[in-house]
């Protein structure tokens, strides 16, 4: 699907810079600063979309700061635009390709990190794309507390079986798998947009937690 071009995205993120973080290599290891309580849990999405499940998870965890990275400039706008419609003071947002997250967050700064409807990258040859091959797995370990854990949901079962195994080779603790996320009927489970349009169509969402050891 082609991205309709957003000429006034840069001004509008500028215009809200206490949001949209506009330096954020800069903030390594300082993150809990931009936040009104530094002493919270950080909770980290990659690839947070149009927004909605950071600002509802916002909204709904008040004590927990979120921090949402998303590459597509025409898309972050809308996760901006929620999470002021949100009107929560906990999320902050990163316009960047976090291709090492250890480049922006120091060791152990993040406590909790989300996967959320991820590239598939489904071709054999694609497997090191995948965010869960193990050198992705490494990176998470990095800036994850000691313990640390990572939220996957997906419609896509390829990508959840295959996630499953990477995360059980790399010594993982797997947790809270789910086949079928809405049939659960998990109260506090916040949807994505994509998991609205799946879910809609009668595919099963699939979610897991995984824990370092």
């Known amino acids: 699907m082609r991205l309709r071009n957003k000429p006034w995205a840069d001004d509008y993120m500028r215009e809200h810079d206490y949001i949209v973080v506009q330096e954020p290599f800069e903030m390594l290891g300082k993150w809990s600063e931009l936040f009104k309580n530094p002493n919270a849990p950080l909770h980290l999405e990659i690839g947070s979309g149009k927004g909605q499940f950071i600002a509802g ?15 597509v400039k025409s898309v972050i706008v809308g996760a901006l635009k929620k999470v002021l419609d949100a009107d929560v003071d906990n999320v902050r947002l990163v316009n960047e390709d976090a291709k090492d997250l250890r480049e922006l967050f120091g060791e152990n700064e993040i406590d909790h990190l ?100």
Not at 180 to 194: F, K, S
């Open 114 to 213: 989300y996967l959320n409807f991820s590239d598939p990258w489904p071709k054999n040859r694609h497997e090191k794309r995948r965010l869960t091959y193990h050198t992705f797995l490494d990176q998470y370990k990095k800036v994850l507390v000691p313990g640390g854990e990572i939220t996957l949901k997906t419609d896509n079962k390829g990508l959840f079986e295959y996630s499953l195994i990477s995360f059980s080779q790399y010594g993982m603790i797997l947790e809270d798998v789910s086949v079928d996320l809405h049939a659960d009927e998990d109260p506090l489970n916040v949807p994505t947009e994509y998991e609205e349009k799946f879910s809609a169509k009668g595919q099963p969402i699939y979610r897991c937690r995984a824990r370092f050891k």
């Open 57 to 71: 998870m916002g909204k709904q965890h008040n004590d927990i700061n979120f921090v949402g990275i998303e590459l």
